[in-house]
């Protein structure tokens, strides 16, 4: 078989954490014998470097015909990079947020997992930590107060900012389905995450998920307050294993989900939609603070490109083999900055960007 993977580098460690993954991928590919056809496109604030625009068409038209697409964080720093001084939408993240609608990529899932060999990296105790977790987030990608109206304007003198949040039943109906099919898939129980002491939206997103829960009579539902939640996640993570929740929510959860499990450098995600093609990406975002260092975690991207192999290109084997790898490199006492621990640690080394790809190379 032969695919084609459309790269997106993105900005700040996003061209190294990257590198690392598409190091693996090659590796992957030849162990399992098919193969991976790369094309590299502009993206994000390199794209803008470049062209003037965070999406140009021609990396749009190159994500849809390619079998998935593997991406590295895009933007800089909020406020002070150049990018931020010009229009909203000439921004890099309204690129990414355009390439998200594009696509029809409404379902973004994060799973957020605990390695026992990461259990001193969390900055939760012992004792909340217990017997680990392994919580997949289905975060709704493409509706709510992203996507709804935006308007600045002067009233009486002074600025009046508006974000519209808006779901509509359907978008609601299409995530929910694939929540109680997925806890299915685990066996687990499902909780709904909203804010419908407050939102109307919430309101109907909780009717929706209901109704849909008398017809998934094998999968248990529970509905909790966003407040709640993000207490409840520091508190006893491991009473969770299915969460969805919509787009805002999921984006700030997600975060936390992230730094319970050791480090956002962690985290990977596919962001689906109707059909296998998927885009993946980190969860986290392009760390300015430490990019062109060779020092950032290469593991969420890693993690990110198993979960294209096994969501968009049906290739089980190397999906299993590179979060395999991945558990080895851990084993071995390998760590990068993020996940080093603070107190000294025998047989824990040290590791850069590119040698911890490497490393993975050498056990897949
Ligand atoms: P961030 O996620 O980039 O960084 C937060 C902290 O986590 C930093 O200390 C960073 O060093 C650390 N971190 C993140 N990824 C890491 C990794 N792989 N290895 C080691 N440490 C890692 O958040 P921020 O600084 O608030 O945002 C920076 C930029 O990233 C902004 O422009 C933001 O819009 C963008 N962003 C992009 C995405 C994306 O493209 N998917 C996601 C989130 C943020
Ligand atoms: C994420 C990011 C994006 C989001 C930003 C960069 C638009 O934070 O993927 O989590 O909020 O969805
Ligand atoms: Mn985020």
Redesign the pocket.
């Known amino acids: 078989m032969e695919y084609k993977v459309t790269v997106l580098r993105g900005d700040g460690i996003g061209p190294e954490i990257v590198g690392e993954a598409k190091k693996v991928l090659k590796k992957v590919a030849e162990l399992e014998g098919f193969s991976l056809h790369f094309q590299e496109e502009l993206f994000g604030g390199a794209a803008i470097d470049a062209c003037g625009e965070p999406l140009p068409e021609k990396t749009l038209r190159a994500c849809r015909e390619s079998d998935a697409v593997l991406m590295g964080s895009?933007?800089g720093q909020v406020g002070v990079s150049p990018w931020y001084k010009l229009p909203v939408e000439k921004r890099p993240?309204a690129g990414?947020?355009r390439l998200r609608k594009e696509l029809g990529l409404f379902c973004n899932l994060r799973p957020a997992k605990l390695y026992p060999e990461l259990r001193a990296a969390s900055p939760l105790k012992e004792e909340i930590i217990g017997e680990g977790f392994d919580i997949m987030m289905i975060r709704e990608l493409t509706g709510g107060l992203y996507f709804g109206e935006k308007s600045l304007r002067v009233e009486n003198g002074e600025e009046v900012a508006r974000d519209e949040l808006i779901y509509r039943a359907h978008e609601i109906e299409r995530i929910a389905k694939i929540a109680f099919s997925l806890a299915k898939e685990r066996g687990a129980d499902l909780v709904s995450v909203d804010k419908a002491n407050v939102l109307e939206s919430s309101r109907l997103w909780r009717k929706i998920f209901t109704e849909e829960g008398e017809k998934e009579k094998e999968v248990v539902l529970s509905h909790a307050l966003v407040d709640s939640m993000a207490m409840q996640l520091v508190r006893n993570p491991g009473k969770f294993s299915v969460i969805a929740t919509e787009n805002m929510f999921g984006?700030i959860l997600?975060d936390e989900m992230a730094e319970i499990t050791g480090s956002l450098g962690m985290l990977p995600s596919a962001s689906l939609g109707e059909k296998d093609f998927g885009l993946y990406e980190p969860?986290g975002?392009s760390a300015p603070d430490i990019a062109g260092q060779n020092m950032a975690n290469p593991l969420a991207t890693v993690l990110s490109a198993a979960m294209l192999l096994r969501f968009s290109l049906h290739e089980k084997g190397a999906a299993d083999r590179v979060e395999k790898a991945v558990e080895k490199v851990l084993q071995k006492g390998f760590r990068t900055k993020d996940i080093f621990p603070k107190q000294k640690e025998e047989d824990i080394v040290l590791l850069s960007c590119s040698e911890m790809g490497d490393e993975l190379v050498k056990v897949l």
């Open positions: 895009i933007g993240e990414l947020l984006d997600s969860s975002g």
